[in-house]
């Protein structure tokens, strides 16, 4: 199975939908773009992340009108679906936990995939 399919199927499996035509074509992209919301979150303190832990998918918008994930545009939908109950760090930790998934198989493209790991954002 393609690793765009297999990671519609591991994000459906958390409560999220996505198609494979919201997936960039490059997985480095998905990475990419992941790290970089990654980066920023652990710059802040522990009392920013708790107002934005509790701001609701506003914050989803936020980030992208602070051009995060703008190789990525399908990465906001994802994010502000929520499931979770929190866009940071809750649903950003199950989109990462779908992606990661991808790499604890035995596909071909596995072992590519699991360099492409990004670890979930610490909570408060």
């Known amino acids: 199975m393609p690793w765009k399919e297999r990671f519609v199927h591991e994000l459906q499996s958390r409560s999220l939908t996505a198609s494979e035509h919201d997936l960039p074509d490059d997985p480095q992209t998905i990475r990419d773009e992941m790290a970089q919301i990654a980066n ?19 914050v989803a918008n936020a980030l992208y009108y602070a051009r995060f994930a703008s190789r990525w545009p399908g990465y906001i939908n994802l994010l502000s679906q929520n499931p979770a109950g929190q866009v940071l760090p809750a649903t950003f930790n199950e989109i990462g936990r779908a992606w990661a998934a991808l790499g604890q198989t035995d596909d071909v493209d596995a072992e590519a995939l699991r360099d492409l790991v990004v670890d979930d954002l610490q909570d408060v």
């Open 40 to 58: 920023w979150w652990s710059r802040l303190d522990t009392q920013a992340r708790q107002v934005i832990k509790w701001s609701g998918t506003d």
